[in-house]
């Protein structure tokens, strides 16, 4: 079974920048498609990012030019480096995958889940 856990989370300046990562532990971790998604406090789940197994990628509005997602197929690891950080991003982040292959941010959508990674801007 797929197993997702997010690290590189903590506390960023206004303007600053971290690195995300997800590890997966399954196998077939180039089968899925791989997102990442955002929670903060007293506000609905929403996505961020989310990368096809043909590398095709989709990311929301508030984060276009600023985050990028990538993988490292080798390491079977899930980037989110996430630039020019403002308030609003902060949050708690979790990655999650799926196997349908749909360039999609619903979070209804997605079977697994990592526990997340909390990412505070100030």
């Known amino acids: 079974e797929v197993q997702l856990v997010e690290s590189g989370g903590g506390s960023a300046q206004v303007g600053g920048s971290l690195t995300l990562s997800c590890v997966d532990s399954?196998?077939?971790?180039?089968?899925?498609?791989m997102a990442w998604f955002r929670q903060a406090p007293g506000k609905e789940r929403e996505g961020v990012a989310v990368r096809l197994s043909d590398g095709g990628t989709k990311y929301a509005d508030s984060v276009k030019g600023r985050f990028t997602i990538s993988k490292d197929s080798v390491k079977k690891i899930l980037y989110l480096q996430t630039n020019s950080l403002k308030p609003e991003d902060t949050g708690t982040y979790y990655c999650a995958a799926d196997e349908k292959q749909w360039l999609r941010l619903v979070p209804t959508e997605y079977r697994y889940w990592g526990p997340g990674t909390q990412v505070t801007v100030s």
């Open positions: 399954e196998a077939g971790y180039s089968r899925y498609r």
